[in-house]
């Protein structure tokens, strides 16, 4: 069966450090999606991209975080500086059509 | 209100019992409506879809009540592997078509 890849698993980094989390989604998936999730709560959307295009990134906070598709298949979410707020889980997903399927995410902690 | 609403529970059941959970949500042009099941410190896993007409999936039943603005998602028979915890998702109609609002999740713990 075919699954999201996720790198790293698990992330600790400090305060103001950058880090980069990457995503390879289902093959033949065309819509890619970041979301952040906190401890106790539901995915947030963070990021949506159709193929290379970014089609919602309406809750990117954009003055520390990017993200990029430059080629429509693999993504990168970047966060510089980290702050200690962001950690969480970090989870990508793909769809085909509208069922996103989940990554194992990659879990941040930032000290 | 919260666009996608659930009790975040926990429901704790014994086993063999038969637990209900609804998801209402805000926007009544949404098309969309997904159960999603989360491990602790895992990722959600897509459990079944909702559709119109209602969907069952062995134990799993899903429904949606259009007038009322909810989903459901009955589990009978309950295991003690089905303790985790059901977000259920909704499509936001004013996004793209693909883009889900998620609950916060319900919480379910199965004993003995």
């Known amino acids: 069966e075919a699954e999201v890849a996720q790198s790293p698993r698990y992330k600790i980094t400090e305060k103001s450090q950058a880090v980069a989390f990457w995503c390879d989604p289902i093959s033949g998936h065309a819509t890619l999606y970041w979301y952040r999730q906190i401890l106790g709560q539901g995915p947030e959307l963070l990021v949506q991209f159709q193929d290379e295009s970014v089609v919602d990134d309406s809750q990117l906070p954009k003055d520390r975080f990017s993200a990029e598709r430059l080629k429509g298949v693999d993504s990168t979410l970047k966060i510089q500086p980290a702050e200690l707020g962001d950690s969480a889980m970090y989870l990508c997903a793909s769809s085909l059509l509208e069922t996103q399927y989940f990554g194992p995410g990659t879990r941040l902690l930032v000290l | 209100r919260k666009e996608v609403e659930q009790d975040p529970g926990p429901f704790n059941v014994p086993e063999g019992a038969t637990v209900a959970f609804n998801c209402t949500y805000s926007?009544?042009?949404?098309?969309?409506f997904f159960w999603y099941r989360q491990d602790c410190r895992k990722e959600p896993k897509l459990l079944m879809s909702v559709y119109s007409s209602g969907n069952e999936d062995g134990r799993f039943t899903a429904q949606l009540n259009r007038a009322s603005q909810y989903i459901s998602l009955l589990i009978r028979d309950s295991k003690l592997s089905d303790s985790a915890t059901y977000l259920c998702?909704?499509?936001?109609?004013?996004?793209?078509?693909?883009?889900?609002?998620f609950g916060t999740g319900t919480r379910l713990q199965v004993t003995l």
């Open positions: 926007n009544s042009a949404s098309q969309s």
């Open positions: 998702a909704v499509n936001d109609p004013t996004g793209t078509a693909s883009k889900l609002t």
